[in-house]
């Protein structure tokens, strides 16, 4: 089995907190915002696989990294590209990893020129100026002069750890995947650049391989151009996916995608009671249902649709629970404000409320008789205050008849709880 993805990419800009954007960040190409950046590549069962794309635009500069990931440990060269602002040189970093860890020596050169390289022989050491031919250790820099370009490699233990070729003309860098016959680390990220465009090919076990080429011989963050990510499967011959850049922006969050899962099972739910409503009959596991939604996106920070709480206030309604209907009209009512039947549901359930919790402060004792009639009172000129703002949004007659009825409910219980 073969698999490998096809990348068509060119300049692009990119918005840049730890969370997916694009994609659900767990199979297929995903855009991921991290502490250090934008990352773009392909996932595997919630991990990064395969070529990876990382991005950090500073004030000052433009870091790109760029990373072939197996099963999430990094695998083979880590190519890094800073680009400095004001004209400034950019560096270009060649560090190898294996199983994660990084390899050294690592090589820094600026704009691929042999007049400033600079190799780093440990994780604790500092860059430092390098010749073309030199050793330190069980690890030295090689460079080879041949007619169009220079190839340049790093060892230890007589292993190559990454080996690429600058050509002499137009400076462009290919780095290479082995070193022919020579002992060597694998490298799973091979970088292909021409004077036209510029290609990166990422291997992974088993034949994997993501392939990317990159148009215009730069990335450019802030330049925005036509480009596709194609994954195959089957020896290249099922393409499993194709997305551009701007269906990759299009593509809905985890938690977008999430939203729109529990919302269509809320709707699917919602039918069901309908339909049972509509039949003179209602089963109350509707309601449950419903509120195990509710609880699953409150504890997953979604913002439902704001129709499933105005249903399950309505059921709340139906079947009596006049405190449940009012907390979720209330929810409703602050969604969507300038709903009129909205706001009238809360009315219908804020008038039932009144009178139950009015019933149980006198069971409990609590409040008074006074007291008992003072809070219908002070409520019933409250509500009466609201229903009044909803008055010029009543437009048909319908709408007024319903203002006009829920006035004849308020003014007698005004006048009849009035603490004399």
Known sequence: MKNYIVLLIVSFSIVCNSQCLNGDCENGLSRLMEADGTYIGHFKDGEKHGLGILYNNETYKLTTTYNVFDNG?????????????????????YQHYEDGYPVYPAIRLTYGSFSDIEVKYSEYGGWESAERNERSGNMKIKAVDEDDATFLGTFKNERAVVKMSIAHNSGAITLYQKLNSSPYYTNHLVIKQTSSDFKVYAYLNEGEVHTGVFIDNEWEIDDTKKGSWEYFKNDNEQLDYKVSYEELLKKPSRLEKRKDDLDNESFNIIVKANSKQNDGTMEPQYISQLENIISKAKQENIELNPIIYYTLSRLYYDNENYISALENSKTYKLLNPDDFYGNLLYVYAKLKQIFVTANEKEESGEFTEPEIHKYIHESMVALKEFVKTLEPQATSEDEKERISSIFAQIDPNIEGYKVK
């Not at 440990?73 to 970093?93: F, H, L, M, P, R």
């Open 73 to 93: 440990i990094k695998q083979g060269v880590q190519y890094t590209n800073e680009k400095y602002a004001a004209g400034k040189n950019a560096t270009k970093t």
